[in-house]
């Protein structure tokens, strides 16, 4: 019978990040997937990799930062492994802003400058009377009102890096068991064993929960992890936008094959991945008032990802109470830029090495009084 050293528990760009890191170190590892492999947090990011800025929880902007100085070498290794293309872009952010908040380190932009680096930005919206205002939306400014602003920011494709990420972990001998979903831990005398699936078990010495937002539903250990409904969509046929544009209330993502992600909501609904007719018309009323291009673009898609929140939006990182059972999860809107430095991270936990970064603030202990109980974790 096959046996594993590590079980990890969710086969997204976190558990797969750490699967391959693990295997690096000469440890024999199973992913478990609850369905398809990347398919959801993962798959449904907008792949900006936002390093600085007040969207930031203070607690979590040095591993942020350390993250993103390693996101070149962490693409380049899984390009290379995978023989897929990863769409890693350099092109930076333009910030945009009625309110003149920008974060340190953004240049700011005259008029001209900005019109320099993005043509369709910068003018007059449209006059197209369509677009001003309709129900529950505001009309749309005959004049330029906004500020503007120069961040050095990547993106990346995160259906690309998965598909990726997917292809490597399976290339460096990872295996996979997906459609099983975990269950309930084995455990005796408070050291993991294994882990229940609904279909059968598995064996193994350490376990670790990268299972996102339903990372707290396995069974022994509660975390307050609950799901946080984004809804996105795509078009394409618009604007030939070079940088990621990133306003008050909307984003605007540029992937290299000609589609422009749009997004997002913040929406507290439960395992609820429905779109809606109504946002996604919202969300792409507010793209054409800073893009007003975008109105020459058709809807190419739209979907709904559930990205894993916690009470205080950082992440669980660590061993828990249970020896040999670690975490992984809770990155909320940023797994895709910290898959890089959680797979370091929690690979030098597992094997008890010294950490190169404090994970103190991360601990899962910080939420100890919390688990198992439902109504605090949904106030």
Same mark, same amino acid.
């Given at each position: 019978?096959?046996?594993?050293?590590?079980?990890?528990?969710?086969?997204?760009?976190?558990?797969?990040?750490?699967?391959?890191?693990?295997?690096?170190?000469?440890?024999?590892?199973?992913?478990?997937?609850?369905?398809?492999?990347?398919? &959801?947090?993962?798959?449904?990011?907008?792949?900006?990799?936002?390093?600085?800025?007040?969207?930031?929880? =203070?607690?979590?902007?040095?591993?942020? +930062?350390?993250?993103?100085?390693?996101?070149?070498?962490?693409?380049?290794?899984?390009?290379? &492994?995978?023989?897929?293309?990863?769409?890693?872009?350099?092109?930076?952010?333009?910030?945009?802003?009625?309110?003149?908040?920008?974060?340190?380190?953004? &240049?700011?932009?005259?008029?001209?400058?900005?019109?320099?680096?993005?043509?369709?930005?910068?003018?007059?919206?449209?006059?197209?009377?369509?677009?001003?205002?309709?129900?529950?939306?505001?009309?749309?400014?005959?004049?330029?009102?906004?500020?503007?602003?120069?961040?050095?920011?990547?993106?990346?494709?995160?259906?690309?890096?998965?598909?990726?990420?997917?292809?490597?972990?399976?290339?460096?001998?990872?295996?996979?068991?997906?459609?099983?979903?975990?269950?309930?831990?084995?455990?005796?005398?408070?050291?993991?064993?294994?882990?229940?699936?609904?279909?059968?078990?598995?064996?193994?010495?350490?376990?670790?929960?990268?299972?996102?937002?339903?990372?707290?539903?396995?069974?022994?250990?509660?975390?307050?992890?609950?799901?946080?409904?984004?809804?996105?969509? +795509?078009?394409?046929?618009?604007?030939?936008?070079?940088?990621?544009?990133?306003?008050? &209330?909307?984003?605007?993502?540029?992937?290299?094959?000609?589609?422009?992600?749009?997004?997002?909501?913040?929406?507290?609904?439960?395992?609820?991945?429905?779109?809606?007719?109504?946002?996604?018309?919202?969300?792409?009323?507010?793209?054409?008032?800073?893009?007003?291009?975008?109105?020459?673009?058709?809807?190419?898609?739209?979907?709904?990802?559930?990205? =894993?929140?916690?009470?205080?939006?950082?992440?669980?990182?660590?061993?828990?109470?249970?020896?040999?059972?670690?975490?992984?999860?809770?990155?909320?809107?940023?797994?895709?830029?910290?898959? =890089?430095?959680?797979?370091?991270?929690?690979?030098?936990?597992?094997?008890?090495?010294?950490?190169?970064?404090?994970?103190?603030?991360?601990? =899962?202990?910080?939420?100890?009084?919390?688990?198992?109980?439902?109504?605090?974790?949904?106030?």
């Amino acid at each position: 019978m096959k046996s594993w050293d590590v079980v990890i528990i969710g086969a997204g760009i976190i558990g797969l990040s750490l699967a391959i890191a693990l295997r690096k170190q000469g440890l024999r590892i199973l992913i478990v997937e609850r369905g398809e492999p990347g398919r &959801e947090a993962s798959s449904a990011a907008a792949g900006m990799l936002v390093a600085s800025g007040t969207e930031l929880p =203070p607690a979590l902007r040095s591993l942020a +930062a350390e993250s993103a100085r390693m996101y070149p070498e962490f693409v380049h290794e899984i390009e290379d &492994e995978s023989g897929l293309k990863v769409d890693l872009r350099e092109d930076g952010t333009i910030l945009i802003s009625k309110n003149d908040d920008f974060p340190a380190g953004a &240049e700011r932009l005259s008029t001209d400058k900005l019109r320099a680096l993005e043509p369709d930005l910068g003018a007059s919206p449209s006059s197209d009377s369509s677009l001003r205002g309709g129900r529950g939306r505001p009309p749309l400014h005959s004049q330029w009102e906004y500020q503007s602003a120069y961040l050095s920011e990547r993106s990346v494709d995160p259906r690309a890096l998965v598909a990726a990420g997917l292809r490597a972990a399976r290339h460096r001998g990872v295996d996979i068991s997906s459609g099983a979903e975990v269950r309930d831990l084995i455990s005796s005398a408070d050291r993991i064993s294994g882990v229940h699936t609904d279909k059968t078990s598995y064996s193994a010495e350490i376990v670790v929960n990268c299972a996102g937002a339903w990372a707290g539903c396995i069974a022994a250990q509660k975390f307050p992890v609950r799901p946080i409904k984004g809804q996105m969509l +795509a078009v394409v046929g618009g604007p030939s936008l070079q940088h990621v544009v990133r306003a008050d &209330e909307v984003y605007l993502v540029p992937r290299s094959d000609g589609r422009i992600v749009i997004g997002s909501t913040l929406e507290d609904v439960g395992y609820d991945k429905q779109t809606n007719v109504d946002t996604i018309q919202n969300l792409l009323h507010a793209a054409r008032v800073v893009v007003p291009a975008v109105a020459n673009a058709r809807l190419h898609e739209d979907w709904a990802g559930l990205r =894993p929140g916690t009470p205080d939006h950082l992440p669980l990182l660590g061993e828990t109470s249970i020896r040999g059972y670690f975490i992984a999860a809770g990155h909320y809107r940023d797994g895709i830029l910290l898959a =890089p430095v959680t797979a370091q991270l929690m690979t030098e936990s597992i094997l008890g090495k010294p950490l190169s970064q404090d994970l103190s603030a991360f601990s =899962p202990a910080r939420f100890a009084s919390m688990q198992n109980s439902e109504a605090r974790m949904h106030k």
